[in-house]
Structure formats: C-alpha cells, structure tokens
C-alpha cells in the first residue's frame, strides 16, 4: 500500500468529521462506525501524526472482522445500540 500525503486544509477537513478530540478511536468505532461504507485512511499520511496515529487506529478497528461490534456492547449503553440498531435497519 503507497502511502498518499494529506494537506493540512484535507487533514482539518477530517478531523472536523471525526472530532477526534473529543472521542478515542474505539468509542468512535462504537458510535459512528456503522456510518462508514467503505475506504481505508490508513493509506494517507497527515502533517499532525498524533491525528494520523489517531486515524491508523480507528481504521484498523474497523477493518478487524466483528471489532466494532465488541466494542458497542462494551462501550455503549442498551440505548445507544438501540439507536444504531435502528439507525442501520432504517438504511444509514
């Protein structure tokens, strides 16, 4: 896999999307891993490697057969999965 370089205008434009600061990888997996059809950003290099480090683990996590599904029933309440149960079932 070539490694692709972001810019920082790209590299913002992520971490608005996944608001890293105010999630770990795993909790993010968790909550809004069903929100991701397909792509792997672990093939791009970002300019602020704690984001980039922060990016390679999410992605590893959702690329890992069954990962993001452990992670919702160690993390989330009975609500929240309710919610994304509903949420994948109705076509997000």
């Known amino acids: ?3 692709m370089e972001q810019n920082l205008e790209e590299e913002n434009d992520w971490k608005e999307y ?3 600061q105010s999630f770990s990888p795993e909790l993010w997996a968790a909550r809004f891993g069903h929100t991701v059809g397909c792509g792997d950003l672990r093939q791009y290099s970002f300019p602020d490697k704690t984001f980039q480090s922060w990016v390679h683990s999410l992605f590893e996590i959702l690329h890992t057969k ?5 992670l919702r029933k160690s993390l989330l309440t009975n609500e929240e999965r309710k919610i994304i149960d509903d949420e994948i079932e109705g076509g997000l």
């Open 18 to 20: 996944f608001n890293h």
């Open 1 to 3: 896999m070539s490694i």
């Open 66 to 70: 069954g990962k993001t599904g452990e």
